[in-house]
């Protein structure tokens, strides 16, 4: 998958930055940059493993993790297992949410932001993001 240099941190440059790949929690994939998955690597290692619930998260979470980095081209190379956990298959909608990004099949992507259009301003205003 060619990766848009916007989401590079260092744009064309950073051919061999490192990303990891893991399932999102949403049926997409979630990309980060080494940095950040350090983060969520620390905040896994804190999970109380004697809770049934919390371990299967963890192995579910860290199935099919893999690092990879920008080829010459701009590309990333995505395991066809992600690629099929994320049903993505032709087309992709790469969407950034700051600390990392998530890659979604087109119509799972829309569809989740139809069902959560209804509630969006109502959690704005929760967050009061605009004071």
């Known amino acids: 998958m060619k ?3 916007k989401f590079r ?3 064309d440059s950073a051919k061999n930055e490192p990303f990891v790949l893991v399932r999102g929690l949403d049926g997409c994939i979630r990309v980060y940059p ?3 998955w350090v983060k969520i690597r620390q905040k896994l290692d804190k999970i109380d493993l004697s809770q049934q619930k ?3 998260f963890k192995r579910c979470f860290l199935t099919d993790v893999s690092e990879v980095t920008i080829d010459a081209q701009g590309r ?3 395991s066809q297992n992600l690629l099929k956990f994320a049903r993505i298959e ?3 909608i790469i969407h950034g949410m700051i600390s990392y990004i998530e890659l979604w099949c087109p119509e799972l992507f829309n569809k989740k932001l139809f069902e959560i259009e209804e509630s ?3 959690i ?3 967050l009061n993001l605009e004071g």
């Open 3 to 5: 990766f848009p240099a």
């Open 9 to 11: 941190r260092g744009g």
């Open 34 to 36: 080494e940095e950040e």
């Open 54 to 56: 919390l371990r299967d």
């Open 76 to 78: 990333i190379k995505i």
């Open 90 to 92: 032709r087309s992709v």
């Open 120 to 122: 969006f301003a109502e």
């Open 124 to 126: 704005a205003e929760g």
